[in-house]
Nanobody, 115 residues
Framework: QVQLVESGGGLVQAGGSLRLSCVAS????????MGWYRQAPGKQRELIAA???????NYADSVKGRFTISRDNAKNTVYLQIDRLKPEDTAVYYC?????????WGQGTQVTVSS
């Protein structure tokens, strides 16, 4: 079973930056698409950034221009660079496969942005 371990979250002021990491176990990492999802309080989980096995990326409109997804297949790791944070970015951030996530999730990493 693939394990997903997210890290890098924290409490930051608006306008700040964070870099999230997700390590995924398993030998198929390099050939699968990966994405970052987030779930804000009282809201459904949403896909905000995705990267294909070949490195093509897509972003939700709400984060385009501020978030950058990347991957290091040698480390089985996908990253999310978050710049110019806004209070509305406050959420638990998760990684998972795209386009169809696995039937389970990691523990996520909390990002809290103060105004």
């Amino acid at each position: 079973q693939v394990q997903l371990v997210e890290s890098g979250g924290g409490l930051v002021q608006a306008g700040g930056s964070l870099r999230l990491s997700c390590v995924a176990s398993g030998s198929l990492f390099s050939i699968i698409g990966m994405g970052w999802y987030r779930q804000a309080p009282g809201k459904q989980r949403e896909l905000i950034a995705a990267i294909t096995s070949g490195g093509s990326t897509n972003y939700a409109d709400s984060v385009k221009g501020r978030f950058t997804i990347s991957r290091d297949n040698a480390k089985n790791t996908v990253y999310l660079q978050i710049d110019r944070l806004k209070p509305e970015d406050t959420a638990v951030y998760y990684c998972n496969q795209v386009p169809i996530p696995l039937g389970y999730w990691g523990q996520g990493t909390q990002v809290t942005v103060s105004s």
